[in-house]
């Protein structure tokens, strides 16, 4: 339901932006699409977020199981940026977590984590 | 519904604090073994030798099917004739150690009161070659861990019995080895509790965790990753502190030495947990 309104809204944005600029509306959303399969990339990477280590998400291959399954996002994650929280620094919210302190310990950089949570996002 | 199950039980794990403050080691190797008797009511106590075979029927299954053929035998039986042949002053091993050195494994490690160390079974093998005039073997792996791993193999079914005294020299390793396990560590922040202990029994990937209970009693182990990357029927064998190393680096963090103060403390704590599980070396692992 939310989701729906989330896409009307996004519609209508879009068709305003479009009312004001032919071109800005289908560049903006081809580039969410790149940044989308960036994260992704970089979320599956082991060097990088490795992620599907502990997590099944997407069309990972043999995930592990110690975190949630990642889906239903927005649903879970209305706010984007909390879910950037979250990644960028799990111990805010468990200080014991077992999962790593991706942005304090510098396992991957600032711009990577916002690129990962737009793809995370889409789950 | 299934996630948030997920997610409580991952919290409740992780409140239960592995030990209340000023524990006893005997209060901890008590609670140790709880936490796995619970966690695994159908794998009876002894079987926590095994490792993660205790705890996954279908894994189990490969490898019982590769013990019919134990790769480790050519390697076993070069570690027997080398414990065995006479130094070049004439003795053997066998003179350095109570009863011959056979069946003595589970009482390792141990503190030694007269120098404040603990004593390792591989540490010993090196100061008996030194002793008498040999050279000192390479900890880790090799003709060191076949030598440690026959002497082991003589223990099989003897459960293991490490002591700490009451010495606030021994009890300081003991709260060593104890801070390291459970200790966040690396750039990856993990714990050895966090994979071994909290999370033992889940999946990293696609391997899957074993359950602390029952650690040290089938080293050293033989390999076959150790196997497939050397060369010669030793290549697979090592020690506990090679393994301990491999868990440290994998979670990008410092690892030690073998035979390293650090990996003592780590065994002599480690060991202790596992208190009564039956010797069972070496093991093969993947």
């Not at chain 2, 993660?52 to 019919?68: K, L, N």
């Not at chain 2, 009863?99 to 494994?105: E, K, Q, S, V, Y």
């Not at chain 2, 160390?117 to 008498?132: F, M, P, S």
Request: glycine share 8%.
């Amino acid at each position: 339901m939310r989701k729906l309104d989330r896409l009307l809204a996004a519609a209508s944005v879009a068709t305003l932006l479009g009312a004001l600029n032919m071109i800005a509306a289908p560049s903006a959303v081809a580039q969410d699409a790149a940044l989308v399969a960036e994260g992704k990339k970089i979320a599956f990477n082991r060097r990088k977020g490795n992620c599907l280590a502990c997590h099944m998400m997407g069309d990972g291959d043999l995930p592990g199981n110690i975190g949630p399954p990642l889906i239903a996002m927005q649903a879970r994650f209305p706010d984007k940026a909390a879910l950037r929280a979250q990644i960028y620094d799990p111990r805010t919210k468990n200080p014991r977590t077992i999962m790593p302190p991706f942005g304090p310990h510098a396992i991957i950089s600032d711009s990577d984590i916002d690129k990962i949570t737009e793809y995370v996002w889409t789950l | 519904m299934k996630k948030t199950m997920l997610l409580v039980s991952a919290v409740c794990m992780l409140a239960t604090a592995p030990f209340a403050a000023a524990s006893t080691p005997e209060e901890d190797m008590q609670a140790f073994r709880q936490y796995f008797k619970d966690r695994y009511p159908n794998t009876p106590f002894d079987d926590f030798q095994n490792g993660v075979y205790s705890i996954d029927a279908s894994r189990r299954i490969e490898w019982e099917s590769m013990e019919e053929f134990p790769p480790y035998e050519i390697g076993l039986e070069i570690g027997q004739q080398a414990f065995e042949k006479p130094f070049a002053n004439g003795k053997t091993y066998a003179s350095c150690f109570r009863n011959g050195g056979i069946n003595i494994r589970q009482h390792y490690p141990y503190f030694d009161a007269a120098t404040g160390q603990i004593k390792t079974l591989e540490g010993e093998i090196n100061e008996c070659r030194v002793k008498n005039g040999e050279k000192a073997l390479k900890f880790g792996s090799g003709e060191l861990a076949a030598v440690s791993a026959y002497m082991a193999s003589t223990s099989n079914g003897s459960r293991i019995n490490v002591v700490i005294p009451n010495d606030p020299r021994a009890l300081e390793w003991y709260d060593r080895g104890k801070q390291h396990y459970y200790a966040k560590r690396g750039q990856l922040n993990m714990s050895c509790a966090d994979c071994h202990y909290h999370y033992a029994g889940y999946n990293v990937r696609a391997d899957l965790l074993h359950p602390a209970l029952g650690d040290l009693s089938h080293f050293p182990v033989y390999r076959k990753k150790w196997e497939a990357r050397g060369n010669g029927p030793l290549a697979g064998f090592g020690t506990s502190h090679r393994r301990f190393n491999g868990c440290n680096k994998q979670v990008r963090a410092k690892g030690y030495g073998a035979q390293s103060d650090e990996y003592k403390a780590l065994e002599y704590f480690l060991t202790f947990m596992s208190n009564g599980i039956p010797i069972n070396a070496p093991g093969v692992r993947q």
